[in-house]
């Protein structure tokens, strides 16, 4: 079956610090892998995506390479902010499954300034 | 990126009465749509699944006589919680899927309170 699993948070971190959130996916198929940030009180904002094996999704800073050989797809950035203090969901898109979204549990991450 | 937009943002309302929830998809048209639930420091968990014009697909576990989802349209997909109770309190989030794409839009997000 399908399933995404990531660190479990919470991650604190002081601003200028390097992140780093895991994730491991298991697929069937060929899927789709995505990043979405949740902000306190609104709803998911995509991040970044990679929709095959050695692309990297990158955005506001942040990055993801999409790796088949290990079935992962790591957040990272290099120099965090306070404004990037939110929840992080690591999710899979299988072609098969009809555009199902399977989710992570979610990382929160806290930046201290 | 497309925009989906719902309303209310929030709402409050008292034990036994029905509240729905619409979900607008602003700029592009979707032939599937998600309902999710959210719970505090929680992942999402998918409640249904609609394509336009059919009956939703819901999730074991989820109740349809309880969370009536209507797809009326490729723009606007509704759920209404009928006969809310405090259990049903949460975090309420749609979102379109458009044809041919493998990515999901979500909505903002309605947070509902029983009383």
């Not at chain 1, 660190?7 to 899927?31: D, H, K, Q, R």
């Not at chain 2, 719970?39 to 609609?50: E, I, N, R, V, Y």
């Not at chain 2, 009928?82 to 458009?98: G, K, N, Q, V």
Request: contains cysteine; glycine residues 8%.
């Amino acid at each position: 079956g399908n399933s995404v699993t990531q660190m479990e948070g919470p991650v604190t971190l002081s601003e200028e610090a390097f992140l780093t959130i895991n994730c491991t996916y298991t697929a069937t198929g060929y899927p789709s892998l995505f990043w979405y940030v949740q902000y306190p009180g609104e709803g998911l904002q995509l991040l970044l995506k990679a929709t095959k094996a050695d692309d990297k999704g990158s955005n506001k800073g942040f990055e993801a390479t999409y790796r088949k050989e290990t079935t992962s797809f790591h957040l990272e950035k290099g120099s965090v902010q306070v404004s990037d203090s939110a929840v992080y969901f690591c999710a899979l898109i299988e072609s098969s499954t009809l555009g199902r979204l399977y989710f992570g549990r979610g990382t929160q991450l806290t930046v201290w300034p | 990126g497309a925009v989906v937009s719902q309303h209310p943002s929030w709402v409050i309302c008292k034990s036994g009465t029905s509240v729905k929830i619409e979900c607008r998809s602003l700029d592009f048209q979707a032939t599937t749509m998600f309902w999710y639930r959210q719970f505090p420091k929680q992942s999402l968990m998918l409640m249904a699944t609609s394509n336009e014009g059919s009956k939703a697909t819901y999730e074991q576990g989820v109740e349809k006589d309880k969370f009536l989802i209507n797809h009326a349209s490729l723009t606007l997909s509704t759920l209404t919680v009928t006969s809310a109770h405090p259990e049903d309190s949460s975090f309420y989030i749609c979102s379109f899927r458009l044809a041919g794409y493998n990515e999901q839009f979500f909505g903002p997000g309605t947070r509902l309170t029983v009383l």
